[in-house]
């Protein structure tokens, strides 16, 4: 914890610490000795007196970080025209800079400066959604082919050598309700024919329903 009687070398500037200051002096301490006491320099315990002296406590509050005097800034009237031209173009400070010939950079600080540095995306569209009466009505049905194999091989051994010779193939049958996600179904088969893929279509929980096949 911090000791009252002796305080660090250097304190937080806060607004509470110049409050602490400010006050040393206003009981009677001079700039010099509150300064010394709340662990600031001599300069720092006469500046802050002197902006007390001006507005107040309120003039102890924390400022923004911007310089008196900016002889380089642009006029309010050519700002006025930046900002002017992105509310005509809707664009960026590439295209803004282009059309009044002004730098980008020097376009953005103004955008940035007013609050106006990101473009307001357009109103969307509502989303038109559908959805099919019963469940099963469209059925998206794909095929996953699958190399079968009786032990472990390269992809494990990292060796090139083929441990399942004429091992064949399996097809992986899986039907998925468009509208209705949960409802689905998937069957693992030998042979890739249009009798079984009709077959199993007929599994699913509705009848009379169309198909939609993808490979």
């Known amino acids: 914890m911090p000791d009252p009687v002796c305080p660090p070398g250097r304190m937080r500037y806060s607004f509470e610490s110049r409050c602490r200051l400010v006050a040393l002096v206003v009981a009677g301490a001079s700039p010099q000795a509150a300064a010394a006491a709340c662990g600031a320099s001599r300069a720092t315990g006469y500046r802050l007196w ?3 002296r001006e507005g107040g406590w309120a003039a102890l509050l924390d400022r923004r ?3 008196r005097r900016q002889p380089r800034r642009l006029s309010p009237e050519a ?6 031209a992105r509310a005509s173009a809707h664009a960026g400070p590439l295209i803004v800079g282009g059309l009044l010939g002004r730098p980008p950079s020097t376009v953005w600080k103004v955008l940035r400066r007013h609050g106006r540095s990101r473009l307001r995306l357009p109103a969307r569209e509502p989303v038109e959604r559908y959805e099919r009466e ?3 009505e469209l059925v ?17 051994l990292g060796d090139r050598l083929h441990r399942s010779p004429r091992a064949g193939w399996q097809y992986l049958h899986l039907a998925i309700d468009v509208d209705r996600p949960r409802l689905g179904g998937q069957r693992l088969v030998r042979r890739l024919v249009v009798v079984l893929l009709l077959s199993f279509s007929r599994r699913r929980p509705a009848t009379g329903s169309r198909v939609s096949s993808g490979a």
Not at 79 to 84: G, K, P, R, S, W
Not at 140 to 156: C, E, S
């Open 50 to 52: 002197r902006r007390y």
């Open 65 to 67: 970080p911007v310089p």
């Open 79 to 84: 700002e006025a025209e930046i900002l002017e």
């Open 134 to 136: 019963r469940p099963g």
């Open 140 to 156: 998206h049905v794909d095929i996953k082919r699958l190399g079968r194999f009786w032990t472990i091989g390269k992809a494990i």
